[in-house]
């Protein structure tokens, strides 16, 4: 691509702030070019499918998640956080994990926030820092997340949190430790499940020691690696210890990890003992 299509592409992503639609003049105003310039690059954009636009009232312009991807991934790797993008890790509902390498070589997971595969009244309704009634974009909605994501794998991370270390955040993605394993939802057998049940509500007690609440804790958001060691992934829903709702929200983290267990292994561990792990309280 060449280097005035980025720079319309950011025009456009500056004045989506503004717009629903970014009319002309103003992706020429926050692009720094010239009107016809800027003409006809949107062009160009518009046929490798890079913009939306849309001439209903005025003709406009917004990104899609493809030029979302392009600006984000020339940011990291003018940034030198990653040389190449490999496969597919894993696509969810919310989010897709490529695996990258650095300038160094070493292998990283970039993980692509993309909210709008699920309701935008669904969406709103689970992320509270969503909440209030303007327009907001699926991009915008999406870099709050990786944000978020990256704000708590950090404070977690530095409080001994078995989860992968966090590298960098570029508006919608997250660079993050690779880790090799598989979902605790995937594994039909475990070797000692009392033992990895215990490394789970501990992970949760530090977690909750640093004022962090995961929120989303279920088998399909744990890691389990060959060793036997565990990793708590995808943080972007998380609250804090003084949010209004944190007891309940941590009281379903805790109870459905215990159900997984009862369900699938058979282990039967008290409920009230095991929050009050969580909270570091005694109950003797």
Do not use: C
């Not at 691509?1 to 002309?24: C, H, S, T």
């Not at 003709?59 to 940034?79: E, R």
């Not at 640093?210 to 279920?218: A, E, F, M, Y």
């Not at 744990?222 to 829903?237: A, C, E, F, K």
Request: charged fraction near 25%; avoid cysteine; charge should be negative.
């Amino acid at each position: 691509m060449d280097k005035r299509e980025f720079r319309v592409l950011q025009g456009i992503e500056l004045g989506m702030a503004q717009y629903e639609f970014v009319p002309l003049d103003a992706v020429a105003r926050y692009a720094g070019i010239r009107i016809e310039e800027t003409e006809h690059w949107l062009s160009l954009l518009d046929e490798k499918d890079l913009i939306w636009r849309q001439t209903e009232g005025y003709t406009g312009y917004i990104l899609n998640y493809t030029s979302y991807d392009l600006l984000a991934l020339n940011a990291l790797v003018k940034g030198e956080i990653i040389d190449a993008l490999g496969s597919s890790l894993g696509m969810g509902k919310e989010a897709d994990v490529l695996e990258a390498l650095t300038p160094s070589g070493e292998r990283v997971a970039v993980k692509f926030h993309r909210l709008g595969r699920v309701s935008f009244r669904d969406t709103r309704r689970k992320r509270e820092y969503l909440a209030g009634g303007r327009h907001i974009s699926w991009l915008y909605q999406s870099r709050l997340a990786a944000e978020k994501e990256f704000t708590a794998l950090t404070l977690v991370y530095k409080a001994g949190v078995s989860v992968p270390k966090p590298i960098f955040q570029n508006r919608h993605t997250v660079v993050m430790e690779r880790i090799e394993g598989h979902q605790l939802s995937e594994i039909f057998n475990i070797e000692d499940p009392v033992f990895l049940l215990n490394e789970i509500i501990v992970n949760i007690r530090k977690a909750y020691s640093v004022g962090i609440i995961h929120s989303d804790l279920s088998d399909f958001n744990i890691i389990v690696t060959n060793p036997g060691d565990i990793y708590i992934i995808d943080w972007p829903q998380y609250i804090s210890s003084s949010h209004p709702n944190a007891a309940e929200t941590l009281e379903r983290d805790v109870k459905n990890i215990l159900t997984y267990f009862k369900r699938k292994y058979k282990i039967e561990k008290d409920f009230a003992e095991a929050l009050a792990q969580v909270r570091n309280l005694d109950l003797s």
